[in-house]
């Protein structure tokens, strides 16, 4: 059993909530697929021929229990993408790609549905789903929310990077929002989620011309469950490519205003697979702006 679980008690300003995360399973990837060689061209087939693996990464489903209500972060991978041919109808070349490029580790109790329950939550408690990109370890486990309301960015449904739409359930539509320039004068672009506003989607493009983070704004310290903005906070400290990323100028440009928000705000940063998230999040670890 590889599942790692976490819950941290956190106060809003109408009261008590959490911020739970645990792992839908693990993962690895080539070492250049985490670690950029080239430009964001030739870093893509960089990784495709490289011979190295990273560890195993975990692959973070946060939920975020406010008392405005309950809302899921990404949704994790399922069991089944261990399974012969599971890309196949996605044809020969990223059914090649997502063969060659990543290997999972999961069963069917590390899924999202089991573990929300283990936490308690039916999927009648669940508000909403966000998703903060369209890449197949944060959208494979919408099987478990078919009656519930999933949030995306509408920049990420317009143009996706390696999607792969044949694995979206089919009843999958989820309510586009489409980001503006706020007050939260780092990230230019967000939306709050629930009136006290201390919930935003922010945008922080690079891994995907869409992609997002939440933010989360608790009375002592500020939460980014970052996606892949990057794999570690490691890379974000260095100012590191992946080699997955679609933009590396759109990467430096949020790596900017992460490092700018901390400087202002204590941030704890959490993206989907740090093996350090459990213990930052557990002891409030900000990052130090550099
Ligand atoms: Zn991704």
Not at 162 to 172: G, N, R
Request: hydrophobic share 35%.
């Amino acid at each position: 059993m590889m599942t790692k679980t976490i819950s941290k008690q956190v106060k809003f300003k109408e009261g008590d909530g959490f911020i739970h995360g645990f792992t839908t399973g693990q993962v690895k990837v080539k070492s250049k697929f985490r670690t950029a060689k080239g430009n964001a061209f030739t870093s893509k087939i960089n990784f495709l021929f490289d011979r190295e693996w990273t560890e195993y990464m975990p692959i973070m489903v946060w939920v975020i229990d406010h008392p405005e209500g309950v809302f899921v972060v990404d949704t994790g991978e399922n069991a089944k993408v261990t399974q012969e041919g599971y890309f196949k109808k996605e044809g020969r070349i990223l059914n090649y790609i997502n063969t060659k490029s990543f290997v999972f580790e999961i069963n069917s109790e590390d899924e999202v549905g089991p573990q929300l329950k283990k936490l308690g939550y039916e999927q009648e408690d669940i508000n909403k789903v966000i998703l903060t990109h369209l890449h197949l370890d944060h959208f494979d486990g919408l099987s478990y929310f078919d009656n519930t309301e999933i949030i995306l960015n509408k920049l990420e449904w317009d143009k996706p990077s390696f999607a792969l739409p044949s694995l979206y359930p089919e009843w999958f539509a989820p309510k586009t929002v489409g980001l503006k320039e706020t007050k939260n004068k780092h990230f230019k672009n967000s939306i709050s989620l629930v009136e006290s506003n201390e919930i935003e989607l922010v945008h922080t493009p690079g891994h995907t011309l869409g992609h997002c983070s939440v933010l989360v704004k608790t009375e002592a310290t500020h939460f980014l469950l970052a996606g892949d903005v990057t794999y570690n906070q490691y890379q974000l400290e260095q100012r590191i490519n992946a080699g997955g990323h679609q933009s590396f100028k759109l990467s430096k440009v949020t790596y900017q205003a992460i490092n700018n928000y901390a400087s202002q705000n204590r941030l704890v940063y959490l993206p989907s697979h740090d093996h350090q998230v459990f213990e930052r999040l557990q002891n409030e670890l900000h990052l130090e702006p550099n």
